[in-house]
């Protein structure tokens, strides 16, 4: 057996995140010949043998092991001590590559999970491809350390691979990783004795270790050397200083093996069962309920809404749970909770044979509207003073409320990826439906004004693409046809218009089947957008009628008016300046009915620009005089300043100088300075 041993200390670092700046790195022992074997695979991957050249990709180190080995903490160790030495100033990106249900994740959410770590925002809706494209791209000019935890295959880690050989890649697994050139696993099994003592003795302190040391090591081959269960022993033990290390090695011996295990993880199921069955039941069933914790991500209020008990209650048992070794914790001000991959599959199966369907469910239900109540407390929070919303939040236990705008924010940053697991979970449930809605309709209200509708851009796609997975399970047109409409603007505002195009045509069919005027004028408004973005000017003018019509069945002013607008842009790029000048001159009149005042004077403006463009420019230099009136009595200089640029153009071409001069300096003195001036003149003379 190898020098072997690996960090258990608290606080874990949270899966999928990088380790916290300015904290201190846990304390690690053991796995020398380990760490001296990976170093050594790292100095042997600089050159291709055959072509004398560095290698074309970043060189990948596989740490190979059982879970509860320990595999994560040597990753983790080795990278630190990597860091430290200043080979990679660019520093760790690391990403977890299987769900806490053993699923492995999409390459589409790892490759955004390591984006939004490089402060790089992936466009909404890219698939997987694209989107490791972009990972690679941002990895070829760093010099960067990629730690890929819990690989399920090759497939996983092959599209996230730099082509850059300044970069290394650590990657832990069960088995090795076929299929990827050069790897060579590092393979790790239970801990020797000797470290696996010292494991036990950092937590029991070393005085009931000295007086049975032989126990002590019998004890270390019952758990199989396997950290994870020692941790637990441990922590067994040091919460009865009256138990010797004989007790509870006797007592793991009396607990008959679990055959449905692998031989080599029968030790963690022992242990694991050992600390259970010495909880008291409610903590136990709390225990076993956090198998239900979105991406094994839990907080007080998770566990409190799990087990129907008080906040507090919960805070205190998971605090417990942690010092059994049952739990990881970021040790945060807003502290979360993390079960270990090892076992969660655990916990799985022993609520399956403890807890019945019904109640299980129950507690399902409980956690959702809890997480619903909480998304709608931290929306709320920023509503001015005496809003309704603010009367009704007042209305919530304490524990529901957070103090002010920014620990609502701060507390959405921390729960986002267990807020957006909860979110698939629930849709992907079934039979939660109707709380699966609000709970994905609170989340994406509550993005939307802590981070903006841009910044949230890429969690919304995906939430609105749960909304529609509801909708379609449900039959619920209406649903269905705002969920497509969301869909598609995001689609459309990130150049995949075609794909737009489809859903708004999708969204058109839903919005008939439910007869809903506003999604179907909205569709068809939407279809004729997408065509003038895609040069057919033809069928964008087509649908923008379809839609004016039914605006002008609905008495719609304020939609009658930009959709005349629209109408008259399509016909001003096609060439059809007759049809232009009569959409614009209807836009104008109806924003004059409005009483929106710069509308009116934007819409006069561009009729303006058409009778230019047509070649009458005595008439559009009475409408631009018209539409600089308006702009005045609107109060927006830009637009004036633009107007008056353009009335010394047209005054020129009629050949009048002097008065074209006079219009210049108003605009000039309009704005105030010279730099804006030039901007204007600029886009005007473009125009």
């Known amino acids: 057996m190898t020098d072997q041993a690996v960090d258990t200390s608290g606080p874990a670092e949270a899966a999928g995140t990088e ?116 990972v690679r791209d941002e990895l070829a000019g760093r010099r960067a350390l990629l730690l890929l935890d819990d690989a399920v295959d090759a497939e996983q880690v092959d599209p996230l691979l730099p082509d850059n050989p300044d970069c290394l890649v650590v990657a832990t697994s069960e088995g ?76 793991l011996r009396e607990l008959p093996d679990d055959t449905e295990q692998s031989t080599g993880s029968r030790p963690l199921a022992r242990a694991f069962r050992l600390v259970h069955e010495s909880l008291p039941p409610t903590a136990a069933r709390i225990l076993r309920l956090l198998a239900l914790a979105p991406a094994g991500l839990a907080d007080a209020h998770t566990a409190s809404a799990l087990a129907g008990c008080s906040v507090s209650a919960a805070q205190t048992t998971l605090d417990d749970f942690v010092a059994l070794g049952l739990l990881h914790t970021n040790g945060a001000d807003q502290p979360q909770y993390e079960v270990p991959g090892c076992l969660a599959p655990l916990l799985r199966a022993l ?16 956690m959702l509207e809890r997480t619903v109540r909480l998304l709608q407390s931290c929306r709320a ?42 979110a698939r979970i629930a849709v992907e449930d079934g039979e939660l439906d109707t709380l699966a809605r609000r709970l994905v309709s609170a989340l994406v209200r509550s993005l939307a004004v802590h981070q903006g509708t841009e910044a949230a851009a890429p969690e919304l796609y995906g939430l609105h693409g749960l909304v529609l997975a509801v909708a379609e399970r449900r039959e619920l047109p209406r649903e269905r046809a705002a969920a497509l409409l969301n869909l598609a603007d995001l689609d459309a505002r990130t150049g995949r ?77 096609a060439g059809r ?45 009475h409408t631009c005089q018209e539409a600089v009136e308006w702009a005045r009595r609107a109060g927006d200089v830009r637009l004036q300043a633009a107007l008056e640029l353009r009335l010394a153009d047209t005054l020129d071409r009629l050949g ?32």
């Not at 796995?31 to 790292?42: P, Q, S, V």
């Open 19 to 134: 380790e916290p700046s300015g904290t201190a790195p846990p304390q690690f022992f053991g796995r020398a010949r380990e760490l001296k074997a990976l170093r050594a695979d790292i100095e042997r991957a600089g050159l291709d043998t055959l072509a004398g050249r560095k290698a074309a990709r970043a060189r990948v180190l596989l740490i190979a092991g059982r879970p509860g080995s320990g595999r994560t903490a040597l990753a983790g160790e080795l990278t630190r001590r990597l860091l430290a030495e200043g080979d990679h100033p660019d520093g760790l990106f690391r990403v977890r590559l299987t769900d806490p249900g053993g699923v492995p994740v999409p390459t589409e959410r790892t490759a955004r999970e390591l984006l939004d770590r490089m402060g790089v925002t992936g466009p909404p809706g890219a698939d997987g491809d694209e989107l490791s494209g972009m």
């Open 176 to 251: 090795p990783l076929t299929g990827i050139p050069g790897v060579r696993p590092c393979t790790i099994g239970g801990l020797d004795a000797g470290s696996a003592v010292r494991l036990l003795a950092r937590t029991i302190g070393e005085v009931r270790i000295t007086v049975d040391p032989r126990t002590a090591e019998t004890l270390a081959e019952e758990c199989g050397g396997l950290p994870a269960a020692l941790a637990m022993v441990a922590g067994w033990l040091a919460a009865r200083p009256m138990a010797s290390v004989a007790d509870v090695t006797k007592q």
């Open 351 to 366: 609520l399956g044979t403890r807890d019945r369907p019904a109640e299980v469910q129950l507690a399902r239900a409980r």
């Open 381 to 422: 929070v920023t509503e001015p003073e005496g809003s309704p919303a603010r009367r009704k939040l007042a209305g919530l236990p304490r524990s529901l409320r957070f103090p002010g705008p920014e620990a609502a924010a701060e507390w959405l940053r921390i729960r986002r990826p267990a807020l957006l697991a909860s």
């Open 497 to 573: 218009t075609r794909e737009a195009l489809d859903r708004y045509r999708a969204a058109l069919d839903a919005g008939r089947a439910a007869k809903d005027p506003y999604a179907t004028g909205r569709a068809m408004e939407s279809v004729g957008g997408a065509y003038a973005e895609l040069g057919d000017f033809q069928r964008a003018s087509d649908w923008y009628g379809r839609a004016l019509a039914q605006r002008l069945t609905q008495g719609e002013r304020a939609d009658e008016a930009r959709l005349y607008g629209r109408l008259g842009a399509v016909h001003t790029y």
């Open 577 to 621: 300046y007759g049809e232009a000048l009569r959409n614009w001159r209807a836009a104008a009149a109806g924003y004059r009915r409005l009483g929106d005042v710069p509308a009116q004077a934007r819409a006069l403006s561009e009729a303006a620009r058409v009778q230019e463009y047509a070649g009458r420019p005595h008439e559009s230099l």
């Open 656 to 687: 009048d100088p002097a008065a074209a001069g006079l219009h210049r300096g108003l605009a000039d003195r309009l704005l105030g300075q010279e730099g804006v001036a030039c901007e204007i003149r600029s886009a005007a003379t473009e125009n």
